[in-house]
T-cell receptor
Framework: ETGVTQTPRHLVMGMTNKKSLKCEQHLGHNAMYWYKQSAKKPLELMFVYNFKEQTENNSVPSRFSPECPNSSHLFLHLHTLQPEDSALYLC?????????????FGEGSWLTVV | KQEVTQIPAALSVPEGENLVLNCSFTDSAIYNLQWFRQDPGKGLTSLLLIQSSQREQTSGRLNASLDKSSGRSTLYIAASQPGDSATYLCAVSQTNYGGSQGNLIFGKGTKLSVKP
C-alpha cells in the first residue's frame, strides 16, 4: 500500500463510451500525475497537477481530459478512445512538483478499448 | 531529447547470485535518477533516489551508483532472492524543468527472474 489508490483496477470500454479513472492519495502531497504505460514502450508522463493547477500537458490528445478538484483527488475522463489507447494508466503523487523527493505510484488502472 | 536505455531487457539468474542492472541516459543535465521496481500488473515502487550531486545510494541489499558525466547508473543487487523477481525501471528528471520530480523520463526496464 503506497498511499495512492486508483479505481477501477480494470476497465473495458467501447470506442464511443465515456468513462473516468479516479485516483486518491492519502499522503498529504501537493502534486499529482498521470502516466501511461503501453506494452513495449517506456512510461510516458501525461499530466502534472501542482496545488490543483495543471502545470504539464505532455501533448496528450483531447480525448483524455484530466480533472483535479483538490490536492488529494485526480481524475482522468475518457471519451471516444481508440484501441491504441489500451494501456496501464498510473497515477502518482509527490510532496511538490519540484522538490526532488520520492514519487509514489498507485497500482494502476488497466484500460482495454474495444 | 533525453533518452534512457536499460540493458539487458531481461535477465535470469540463480538464487544467491550478485547482479548488476545497467541504465544509460543521453543528456547528463539531470536533476536526479531513480530506480523503481514493478511487479507484474502492479504499480511502481521507488527503490533508490540519487541526486545529481551524489555518487551512490544504498538500501539493504541494493546499491545504486551514478556517473553523471558518462551518463550511466548501475543497480547492484547482492545475494539475489526469488522475491527480487520483477521489472526494474530507471528514470531521470531534467534540470530544465526546474528539477521537476514529475517529469521523469523512463527506460523500458529490465525484467529480472531469480530462480530458486
Amino acid at each position: 500500500e503506497t498511499g495512492v489508490t486508483q479505481t477501477p483496477r480494470h476497465l473495458v470500454m467501447g470506442m464511443t463510451n465515456k468513462k473516468s479513472l479516479k485516483c486518491e492519495q492519502h499522503l498529504g502531497h501537493n502534486a499529482m500525475y498521470w502516466y501511461k504505460q503501453s506494452a513495449k514502450k517506456p512510461l510516458e508522463l501525461m499530466f502534472v497537477y501542482n496545488f490543483k493547477e495543471q502545470t504539464e500537458n505532455n501533448s496528450v490528445p483531447s480525448r483524455f481530459s484530466p480533472e483535479c478538484p483538490n490536492s488529494s483527488h485526480l481524475f482522468l475522463h475518457l471519451h471516444t478512445l481508440q484501441p491504441e489507447d489500451s494501456a496501464l494508466y498510473l497515477c502518482a503523487s509527490s510532496q511538490h512538483w519540484t522538490d526532488g523527493n520520492t514519487i509514489y505510484f498507485g497500482e494502476g488502472s488497466w484500460l482495454t478499448v474495444v | 531529447k533525453q533518452e534512457v536505455t536499460q540493458i539487458p531487457a531481461a535477465l535470469s539468474v540463480p538464487e544467491g547470485e550478485n547482479l548488476v542492472l545497467n541504465c544509460s541516459f543521453t543528456d547528463s543535465a539531470i536533476y536526479n535518477l531513480q530506480w523503481f521496481r514493478q511487479d507484474p500488473g502492479k504499480g511502481l515502487t521507488s527503490l533508490l533516489l540519487i541526486q545529481s550531486s551524489q555518487r551512490e545510494q544504498t538500501s539493504g541489499r541494493l546499491n545504486a551508483s551514478l556517473d553523471k558525466s558518462s551518463g550511466r547508473s548501475t543497480l547492484y543487487i547482492a545475494a539475489s532472492q526469488p522475491g527480487d523477481s520483477a521489472t526494474y525501471l530507471c528514470a531521470v528528471s531534467q534540470t530544465n524543468y526546474g528539477g521537476s520530480q514529475g517529469n521523469l523520463i523512463f527506460g523500458k526496464g529490465t525484467k529480472l527472474s531469480v530462480k530458486p
